[in-house]
């Protein structure tokens, strides 16, 4: 089991960048696949990036690939995802999320434990 927390997220305009961090804890961290999704209002979730236990593998969406970067630290029991050229469409509730196997995932299905959401704002 992996608990997570998310930090970082807040108001910018068009163009500028923001980091946001997912804090976990549970003893099987290094072993899980991690991704980032994201829901704007009156919208579904939607996959944003992922990343594999070891960091060696990466997956993005078409829509963020470019701008956004996904990292991780095993050591700290960290997730990143640093995100540059902000666009208002990227304005949602950004989730971090685990899973039990170690390889990327784009569905939230395949997903087991999941972040409360940090807020993530751009103006134009």
């Known amino acids: 089991q992996v608990q997570l927390v998310e930090s970082g997220g807040g108001l910018v305009q068009a163009g500028d960048s923001l980091s946001l961090s997912c804090a976990a804890s549970?003893?099987?961290?290094?072993?899980?696949?991690l991704g980032w999704f994201r829901q704007a209002p009156g919208k579904e979730r939607e996959f944003v990036a992922a990343?594999?236990?070891?960091?060696?593998?990466?997956l993005y969406a078409e829509s963020v690939k470019g701008r956004f970067t996904i990292s991780r630290d095993n050591a700290k029991n960290m997730l990143y995802l640093q995100m540059n050229s902000l666009k208002p469409v990227d304005t949602a509730v950004y989730y971090c999320?685990?899973?039990?196997?170690?390889?990327?995932?784009?569905?939230?299905?395949?997903?087991?434990?999941w972040g409360q959401g940090s807020q993530v704002t751009v103006s134009s």
């Open positions: 999320a685990a899973r039990r196997l170690p390889t990327v995932a784009a569905t939230a299905k395949e997903y087991d434990n």
């Open positions: 549970g003893v099987s961290f290094s072993l899980c696949g």
């Open positions: 990343i594999s236990w070891s960091g060696g593998s990466t």
